[in-house]
């Protein structure tokens, strides 16, 4: 996580990992965006110790409860057949636990296929703005989500004192309508992502969506678990691909709110019948029985008097 005392930089690694020797003990330098350079060991972590051996660094913005098969479907095949080719990196912290700054994804694919994982491992303390840096560079095989870039925004406005998202954009120098998708993206209820498979691998385009469904289910104080339950999540052949299973699943939450949030009509039922035309008293109840109107027209002022105070006294008896 970014503090507000640090700025976000870039950084240059120097040598391609792909081109680097395989050796166990080999050592390289890495120079970070602040000019500091340090030098990092290669080590292999063997399958059966990665989940002892290794944990995910805390400014991996990563979020590891949506990994799933799906989700790493990119590189699985190709680390079942031939293992890991690009190192992760790594620092080793005082419980002697190897934290990723990368490589989240090879390390869960590694865990599934029983697969080594190769990291250089850095022999120092490095600064959280260089780490922040350095994180943001390796994004390039599966970019993270709106979601994952905006997952600390809330805490970076609080600790920065900041009102409005312009001043995090101008912070972060972002622009503005970045920033603000990210945020909205980050504040998306958990539970309307988790149900698509690769729910951080799903279109920008979906998230303005999503937080428009999440909108109107609390407006009609409708918990989102009972939305999800009653849509059929299930009914999708399994040789469809992930991306087919996305959309199906959005238009699903879609026309399900529509049918529930369709057009209110309205009932006009007359209560009584007048000589004048103009005299008239007559009830419009809503399709939806949640509204009641009563129209009145040219009768004698004390009706109108006797049917408030009765309605009030009505409704006061019930509240």
Known sequence: ??????????????????????????????????????????????????????????????????????????????????????????????????????????RFSCIHTQKDLPLWVIEDTINESDLVAFIQTTQSVKRLSYRELGSDYDVLMKEGGFNKIDELAEYLSLGRETCRKRYAAASINQKLISVFPDCEGIPNSYYAKLA?????????????????NSIKLSDDDENTCVEDKQKSILQRMENKLKKTTGKVTWKTTSLAEFNDKNTYAKILKSSDNRSLKIELSRLPSEFYDDIVQYISAKINSKS
């Open 212 to 228: 428009k469904i999440e909108k109107q289910l609390n407006k009609e104080k409708t918990s989102i678990t009972t939305f999800i």
């Open 1 to 106: 996580m970014q503090r507000p005392q640090d700025k976000r930089t870039s950084f240059n690694q120097g040598n391609k990992l792909s081109k680097l020797q395989k050796n166990e003990g080999t050592t390289k330098t890495f120079t970070f965006a602040s000019g500091k350079k340090v030098n990092a060991t290669r080590i292999v972590i063997a399958s059966n110790e990665l989940e002892s051996k290794t944990t995910i660094h805390k400014l991996n913005p990563r979020i590891q409860k949506s990994l799933t098969l799906d989700s790493v479907r990119d590189i699985l095949d190709s680390i079942k057949q031939e293992g890991v080719h690009t190192e992760g990196v790594a620092i080793k912290n005082d419980q002697n636990v190897y934290e990723l700054l990368d490589s989240s994804r090879r």
